[in-house]
């Protein structure tokens, strides 16, 4: 038997010559997506020495020549004309002439749908409704979608996370996947309405200065069985349900297997996303915390500035959250109430540790970042559908109130948050200080996302629990 060796192997990643400092970082990230050193070999047995090898072997981002050494295409075998027997022009090739012939200019045959006439008389009997898929009482995730992405965070992208804290992703999901993620989670929200407005109820409470709302404000908003009373509740701590409220959250929509969100839990735990996450944040492992549904209501109130990570159970730098918009996103100065960012903000370790002892640390933010000109906030908008922004934990952030939405509109933005695999839970994060001692450090806007699993943890220790999965690396995923 004889055989046919096509060989292609692809070229090592190498560093550019003038590398800054904190290049390496970066070159090492890319070194490992580009797959040094990759071999790939075809060995095709065939006892015709005149059969042309068709297959090609696609490598991402490798250099490989396969044209021949002078740049010019292999010549073809002269052996070829043999494939195709003499025939006259009054006798009818068969069609396996033809497939050979098909062959040897490169190219495949149709393959027949109809073997035998008695194969075409059973053909109309088989409706074509009855080759649709099986109907499914929930939607399934369109596998097509995420395949094929590549997490290719580039060079300048990582550097502008690293320096201000943020960055923006362009075109980084496809417009259908996210159409469907909308699709899935505005329904969401709406059955689980009034989930949102018990939330909100809770935190109020929780920050109230009356010790019995705030010892009893899990309890109280438990309690309550409607949405008309939730905003009942609200006007009477003397708040406006509307304009002082940012917005309506939903927590961890992914972890509902049993819902109609297929998607989301596909996108959450995809290795596309948790590898994007472990490039930017770099770090080896990285850990699922949560994800937000944002429902953003004609007339709702601006969203305070605020840092993420304050609201974590977790102790550590390495958080990142990757904001989607379930729609367009216009400027500000066209009511865009895309995320406002102040920049470098997440390595100011001073903020916290000379302002923050009276709860004034956000008190005069605009003269510390750039004066009246705001001339250290930035933003990413417009964005269009696939646009994703991405901020460090620890970045302060903020967002327009929706003054200028219309009447009728909504608006949704899905967020999904991870930090570092080794990061530890702190002592203490459902504690309050009614009980005497110390006031808990952190914020409890978040409580709801990780009360149901944080117990189960031991505090300042390595841990695993399905809830908050490691999904990177993939050989150390513990969630299917």
């Not at 008389?121 to 094929?148: F, H, Y």
């Not at 406006?240 to 297997?257: A, G, I, K």
Request: hydrophobic share 30%; charged share 25%.
């Amino acid at each position: 038997m004889k055989s046919t060796l096509l060989l292609l192997a692809s070229s090592c990643y190498a560093s550019p010559p003038n590398a800054s400092i904190g290049t390496s970082v970066f070159t090492r990230r890319r070194r490992r997506g580009d797959g040094s050193g990759t071999v790939a070999c075809f060995i095709l047995p065939s006892t015709d020495t005149s059969f042309p090898i068709t297959s090609c072997l696609s490598v991402s981002r490798s250099r490989i020549d396969s044209s021949s050494s002078d740049g010019t295409e292999p010549k073809k075998p002269k052996e070829r004309a043999n494939v195709v027997p003499n025939v006259t022009h009054k006798k009818r090739m068969r069609r396996s002439e033809i497939d050979d012939l098909v062959r040897g200019i490169g190219l495949l045959p149709v393959q027949s749908t109809t073997s035998s006439k008695k194969t075409k008389k059973k053909q109309p009997m088989v409706k074509p409704n009855n080759a649709a898929p099986i109907k499914q009482s929930k939607p399934t995730m369109k596998k097509d979608l995420l395949e094929g992405l590549s997490s290719d965070i580039s060079l300048n992208t990582q550097l502008d996370y690293c320096r201000n804290g943020h960055s923006a992703l362009r075109s980084f999901l496809p417009p259908a996947l996210v159409q469907q993620l909308k699709d899935e989670l505005v329904p969401y929200a709406t059955s689980h309405a009034l989930s949102a407005w018990r939330q909100k109820v809770e935190v109020q409470l929780a920050d109230s200065s009356d010790d019995y709302y705030r010892q009893n404000a899990r309890t109280i908003a438990g309690k309550i069985g409607s949405i008309v009373e939730c905003q009942e509740f609200i006007e009477s701590l003397g708040m406006d349900p509307l304009s002082d409220l940012p917005f309506l959250q939903h927590f961890n929509t992914w972890r509902t297997e049993k819902s109609n969100t297929p998607t989301v839990r596909e996108l959450c735990l995809s290795p596309y996303l948790a590898e994007s996450a472990s490039i930017l944040m770099d770090v080896p492992t990285v850990r699922l915390y949560q994800d937000s549904l944002f429902h953003k209501r004609p007339g709702d109130g601006w969203t305070p500035w605020h840092s993420d990570a304050r609201m974590a159970p977790f102790d550590t730098s390495n958080m990142i959250t990757f904001w989607i918009p379930l729609q367009q996103v216009p400027k500000p100065e066209e009511g865009g109430t895309g995320l406002l960012f102040v920049d470098g903000s997440h390595s100011d370790f001073a903020l916290p540790y000379w302002n923050g002892a009276d709860d004034a640390e956000y008190d005069r933010l605009e003269v510390r970042y750039g004066g009246a000109n705001d001339d250290g906030v930035s933003h990413h908008m417009p964005l269009n559908v696939g646009d994703v922004t991405v901020h460090n934990g620890w970045t302060l952030h903020c967002a327009d109130a929706a003054d200028l939405m219309e009447e009728d509109e909504n608006r949704y933005a899905y967020a999904v948050t991870f930090v570092c695999g080794r990061a530890e839970v702190r002592e203490n994060v459902l504690s309050d200080d009614s009980k005497g001692g110390s006031t808990p450090k952190g914020d409890k806007e978040d409580v709801w996302s990780f009360r149901s699993w944080v117990e189960e943890v031991k505090p300042r220790s390595e841990f695993s629990n399905p809830s908050v999965p490691i999904v990177w690396p993939l050989n150390k995923r513990d969630v299917e």
